[in-house]
Nanobody, 130 residues
């Protein structure tokens, strides 16, 4: 029933790594944007990373050089590899999919987080301890 299903969250110590996975259902195969977002307690939604047409990527400054978004078109799965995790990365992480008639940009990632366009998963919790 669910069109996006996240997994891979858990508890790790600062400096550790996690890989999140998002399995995409057939109904969303026409999406040209896939993204990862997060919400920490008491905070709004933050755009973490997006991948456009399975190739072009955009990252939030806070995760640049630590996180990597990728897409496997055979497994129909989007990944978020998270390295060098920090306590401030603690949040619920969500996968999302949407079709938009524009090219990728940092502003698009931010606006997508704000407007919550498209289809969103239920989320997976990531907790990083110091």
């Amino acid at each position: 029933q669910a069109q996006l299903v996240e997994s891979g969250g858990g508890s790790v110590q600062a400096g550790g790594s996690l890989r999140l996975a998002c399995v995409v259902s057939r109904e969303l195969y026409t999406s040209n944007y896939m993204g990862w977002f997060r919400r920490a307690p008491g905070q709004g939604r933050e755009g973490v990373a997006l991948i456009y047409r399975g190739e072009s990527t955009v990252y939030a400054d806070s995760v640049k050089d630590r996180f990597t978004i990728s897409q496997d078109n055979v497994k129909k799965t989007v990944y978020l590899q998270m390295d060098s995790l920090k306590p401030e990365d603690t949040a619920m992480y969500y996968c999302a999919a949407v079709y938009l008639n524009m090219g990728p940009s940092a502003d698009l990632l931010e606006n997508w987080a704000r407007t919550r366009l498209g289809t969103w998963g239920q989320g997976t919790q990531v907790t990083v301890s110091s």
